[in-house]
C-alpha cells in the first residue's frame, strides 16, 4: 500500500465550477481538523501492515489554508507513521495567495517536494469569471517563491475551455505558463457539473463556452507548445519533462491501491472502495469520539474492476498492460470485451500492441465515447 491521500477540506472561496469536497470560512476549524488527520493515521497504522510510502498527497481545497506548522506536523507524523524512502515523492496542492517564502520553506523542509499550484489560466479576466481570487502577477509570483524555497518539482493546473475563452487567449496562458518553466502541467477542460453555480447558468444559455471547432484549435495549441517547451503528454491531460510525471497520480491511472485520510476523502484497499464523511465538524467528532468515519463503502466484483482499470489504464498514454491485467485478474481483453474491442480497433480508435491496449491519436479525441463502450 504504498500510496497515501490527505484530504484538506478548505477554501479561500467556492468557485462556481468546483464540485470538490471544499468549505470556505471554516478558519476555526483548522488546527481541529489537523489533529484529527493525525489520530486518524494513528489508527489506520495499526491496522495495517505497509512497506513505506511510494507517494504521499496533500489535497483539496486548498491544503495550504492551514498553517505551515500544522501542514509540517501533518506530513512529519505521517511520514514518521507510515515510513518513506528517499526517493518518496510527497506533492501538496496550493493556491496563489496562500504562500509565502517563510511557508513554502516550512514545507519543503518538512519532506515535501513536490508543488502543484491552482492557477487555472493566466488571463485576468478569466480568472475573475472563474472567481478565483488571485491574478496572473500572483501565480507567477508563486512560482518563484517555490524555487526560491528549493522546490525542483513544481507543477502548474491551467483550465481550458473557460467562458468567453478562444484559442487565442487560451495560446497567451499557455506561453505565460511555459516561460516560467514548470516540470509538469495539467491542463483540463472545463466540464460543467450538476449541483455547481455554473450548471444553472449553462442551461438558462447564461455560460457561453467555446465550440468544438474551438477546443480542438486549443488541443492543437497544447499539444506543438508543450512538444516545443520538452513537456511530453503521459496522460489525456498531463505533461512532465521526464522523470516528473506524478508518480501518485499515476497510481489511479493503474487503479492501484491507495490509504486515505479526512473528511470527503476516498480510499480504495482489498478491492474496498471507502467514503468519509464529508462534513469537517462531524469528521472531527467521529476522530474525537472514536467513531467510523466511513460513509459510503463500494465493493467492486472482479469484472466491474477489470473494465475499471481498463478505462482508468486509457488515460495514460502508453494504455493498460496486458500482462498487469492478466497477473491481476487472470482474464484478458478479448475475452471481456469480444466483437466491441474488435470494433473499436477496426474504428482506429484502439491498438493493441504487443504489450499493451492505448488509444489512437484519433481515438484520444473520442476518449469519451472510447471508454463510454468500455463500460
Known amino acids: 500500500m504504498p500510496s497515501l491521500y490527505i484530504h484538506i477540506p478548505f477554501c479561500l472561496s467556492k468557485c462556481p465550477y468546483c464540485s470538490f469536497v471544499s468549505y470556505p470560512g471554516l478558519d476555526g476549524l483548522h488546527q481541529r481538523y489537523a489533529a484529527a488527520l493525525l489520530r486518524e493515521a494513528g489508527e489506520l497504522r495499526k491496522n495495517s501492515s505497509i512497506p513505506p510510502l511510494t507517494t504521499l498527497f496533500l489535497g483539496g481545497g486548498t491544503p495550504t489554508l492551514l498553517s505551515g506548522q500544522d ?34 520553506i516550512l514545507l519543503r523542509e518538512s519532506g515535501i517536494n513536490r508543488l502543484s499550484i491552482g492557477v487555472q489560466s493566466f488571463n485576468d479576466r478569466e480568472l475573475q469569471s472563474l472567481g478565483r481570487p488571485h491574478s496572473a502577477a500572483d501565480a507567477a509570483e508563486t512560482v518563484r517563491l517555490g524555487r526560491a524555497a528549493g522546490f525542483d518539482n513544481i507543477s502548474l493546473d491551467l483550465m481550458y475551455g473557460l467562458p468567453g475563452q478562444d484559442h487565442h487567449s487560451w495560446q497567451q496562458s499557455l506561453e505565460r505558463a511555459l516561460s516560467l518553466s514548470p516540470d509538469h502541467l495539467s491542463l483540463y477542460e472545463l466540464t460543467v457539473e450538476q449541483g455547481t453555480p455554473f450548471h444553472p447558468r449553462l442551461e438558462q444559455g447564461q455560460l457561453e463556452l467555446p465550440d468544438e471547432e474551438e477546443i480542438a484549435a486549443m488541443d492543437q495549441i497544447t499539444a506543438t507548445l508543450c512538444r516545443q517547451a520538452g513537456l511530453a503528454r503521459y496522460e489525456i491531460s498531463n505533461y512532465a519533462r521526464p522523470g516528473h510525471e506524478c508518480r501518485h497520480n499515476i497510481n489511479y491511472w493503474q487503479n492501484g491501491p491507495y490509504l486515505a485520510l479526512g473528511a470527503g476523502a476516498v480510499g480504495c484497499t482489498d478491492g474496498r472502495r471507502q467514503q468519509k464523511t464529508t462534513d469537517p465538524l462531524r469528521y472531527c467528532e467521529q476522530i474525537e469520539s472514536g467513531q467510523s468515519t466511513v460513509q459510503e463503502e463500494e465493493c467492486l466484483e472482479p469484472a466491474a474492476s477489470f473494465r475499471e482499470t481498463v478505462i482508468m489504464g486509457l488515460r495514460m498514454l502508453r494504455g493498460v498492460s496486458r500482462a498487469r491485467l492478466q497477473r491481476r485478474y487472470g482474464m484478458d481483453l478479448d475475452g471481456c470485451y469480444g466483437d466491441t474491442l474488435t470494433r473499436l480497433i477496426d474504428q482506429g480508435l484502439l491498438e493493441m500492441t504487443a504489450s499493451h491496449l492505448r488509444l489512437t491519436a484519433r481515438g484520444r479525441i473520442f476518449a469519451n465515447q472510447v471508454m463510454a463502450d468500455l463500460v
Open 71 to 104: 501542514l509540517a506536523t501533518i506530513v512529519t507524523g505521517c511520514t514518521g507513521l507510515f515510513g518513506r524512502s528517499d526517493q518518496t515523492e510527497i506533492s501538496i496542492e496550493t493556491n496563489p495567495k496562500t504562500v509565502d517564502q517563510e511557508k513554502l
